[in-house]
């Protein structure tokens, strides 16, 4: 496959990495489930395997502490994991907001399905905004991901997305992220995870007034570097000459896009200030640090080495305002 969004479907703006069904807003949960390709169950087999005799088969014996999990529709397999292992519907995902949709004023704005399967996500906004001088929205997500490979508990993370550029970042306060983690080996209860969220939720304001002292937080040039370097580069010095490389490409990158090129760098609150240095990181990390694909990006960008990357950014940009 040239991309691993698998399938998706989304409302408004095409996404960036222009993959996806589009929607009219405000569809049901079932037209999201067929449109966002995760309409579609995990079923479970036992691990069986066939054992051999003198070069010919023999019994086929069942390994009961295992199990296969499987697509409904394709029958494709998505991973071997424990009998303890407790799975999460993809429909369950999109259920999580039926009511956060019908009540609470949520609108679903993209759902998808990673890696033929093995990783699915529907994002929500919250309603909530709050604009930086200069006009420079921030808009409040939820977003609900798991996997059925033990690559990712089942997550819902408070999530900003910037509109001029469309970079996401998570919520995070004194150092701790916002987000609600059920692990595999227990059920999900999303009615346990929606209270809990509702306090993350509340942390919105916080959140943001941080972002607006980011904002009014003027940087110096020498500031803008150590910065980056602390971010982006591993100061060890037994660092492998290939990765220092990719570091100095990295680094390159940033400066230019926090020196004009980054969308939105222009802007009164990002240009010169220590909101525009950590948005030269999310820009980075959203939309041009290198990928295998696009699929690989957004996973990366919202679970992996991205997400990391993007919460080292935060954590050292509020260091500036502390």
């Not at 394709?74 to 949709?101: H, M, N």
């Not at 995870?193 to 040039?221: C, H, N, P």
């Not at 150590?226 to 580069?233: D, H």
Request: with cysteine; aromatic share 8%; proline share 3%.
């Amino acid at each position: 496959m040239a991309h691993a969004v698998h399938t998706m479907a989304y409302v408004g703006q095409t996404p960036w990495h222009q993959l996806g069904n589009a929607l009219p807003a405000q569809q049901p949960i079932e037209v999201w489930a067929q449109k966002a390709g995760m309409d579609w169950e995990i079923k479970d087999t036992p691990v069986r395997y066939m054992t051999e005799q003198a070069g010919t088969l023999g019994s086929i014996m069942t390994f009961d502490d295992q199990k296969v999990l499987y697509r409904s529709d394709t029958k494709a397999p998505l991973s071997v994991v424990s009998g303890r292992y407790q799975v999460v519907q993809p429909k369950e995902v999109l259920e999580f907001y039926r009511d956060l949709v019908e009540v609470s004023g949520f609108e679903l704005e993209t759902a998808g399905v990673l890696k033929e399967g093995k990783k699915f996500w529907a994002l929500a906004k919250t309603g909530k905004e709050t604009a930086l001088k200069g006009n420079d929205t921030v808009k409040g997500y939820i977003l609900l991901a798991t996997s059925c490979d033990g690559t990712l508990a089942t997550t819902a993370t408070p999530t900003t997305i910037r509109v001029v550029c469309q970079n996401t970042l998570a919520v995070a306060l004194n150092g701790a992220s916002s987000a609600i983690k059920v692990p595999h080996s227990t059920s999900f209860d999303p009615q346990a995870v929606k209270k809990q969220l509702g306090i993350a939720v509340s942390s919105w304001d916080s959140f943001m007034y941080r972002m607006k002292t980011l904002s009014e937080r003027k940087v110096k040039s020498h500031e803008a570097m150590n910065y980056f370097l602390k971010v982006l580069c591993n100061t060890d010095s037994h660092v492998d000459p290939a990765q220092g490389l990719m570091n100095e490409r990295a680094l390159k990158t940033v400066q230019a896009l926090y020196d004009g090129k980054g969308q939105g760098a222009d802007l009164a609150s990002a240009s010169g200030t220590a909101w525009g240095l950590l948005n030269a990181v999310t820009q980075f990390t959203d939309h041009e640090r290198r990928a295998r694909s696009q699929e690989y990006r957004l996973d990366s960008a919202w679970f992996g080495q991205g997400a990391a990357l993007k919460q080292r950014a935060l954590d050292h940009a509020l260091q500036l305002v502390a």
